[in-house]
């Protein structure tokens, strides 16, 4: 199974609202990645997991919190989010981190009103 | 970090015919070479890579090349489909070894 499944699909919040996104893969994979997407633009890296800790950070606001509770599960909690904060948000595994091939999600639409 | 650049930025071709994107990276010390697609509501899919040992990959209908020396590497795609419309991402390693994105291209395919 060389998936990575992703939910929701969509998601709409307002300003006010707390909401979590997730991530799941069976891949053994000990690499997981978030990433942000904005339309006609190239991915780009929120935070990396590797072996259940938060190696990289990418000065990424506090109303995003990452949170990695076993080797197949990654959640993204979202807080007080801002409307530019509407975007895809992907997530991809990997045997580990470095120069392997990454395996994407579907992603998560987010609006945020 | 790692400065990638990739063009063209749009390629409109017909069916049948080839497209070849063109990738330029900063770091010399990069040895992993991947090519991502993505198509709508997707993400993005490793479709080939190279690794710095070899100068051309060939998988089917897509190729890579590679000139480490001038630094880029190139995606060829032979006898295209309309399936193969979709966004393209090369992505070369940067700063801590994390896959550094370029801009992408939008590849249209006419039938």
């Known amino acids: 199974d060389t998936e990575v499944t992703q939910t929701p699909k969509h998601l709409v919040m307002g300003m006010t609202n707390k909401k979590s996104l997730k991530c799941e893969q069976h891949m053994g994979h000990r690499a997981m990645y978030w990433y942000k997407q904005k339309a006609k633009k190239p991915p780009e890296l929120m935070f990396v997991y590797s072996y259940e800790k938060l190696s990289i950070n990418e000065s990424v606001p506090s109303r995003f919190s990452p949170e990695c509770p076993n080797s197949s599960l990654l959640n993204l909690h979202l807080h007080a989010l801002q409307p530019e904060d509407s975007a895809l948000y992907l997530c991809?595994?990997?045997?580990?981190?470095?120069?392997?091939?990454?395996?994407f999600g579907p992603g998560t639409r987010l609006t945020v009103t | 970090g790692e400065n990638v650049e990739q063009h063209p930025s749009t390629l409109s071709v017909q069916e049948g015919d080839s497209a070849v994107i063109k990738c330029t990276y900063s770091?010399?010390?990069?040895?992993?070479f991947p090519w991502y697609k993505q198509e709508l509501g997707k993400g993005p899919q490793l479709i080939i890579d190279i690794r710095s040992n070899v100068g051309e990959k060939k998988d089917q209908r897509i190729a890579v090349t590679l000139n480490k020396t001038a630094k880029h590497f190139s995606l060829h795609i032979t006898e295209t489909q309309p399936e193969d419309s979709a966004v393209y991402f090369c992505?070369?390693?940067?700063?801590?070894?994390?896959?550094?994105f370029g801009g992408g291209t939008r590849l249209m395919v006419k039938p």
């Open positions: 992505a070369p390693p940067g700063a801590g070894n994390m896959l550094t």
């Open positions: 991809a595994s990997s045997p580990r981190t470095g120069a392997y091939e990454q395996y």
């Open positions: 770091d010399s010390a990069s040895n992993y």
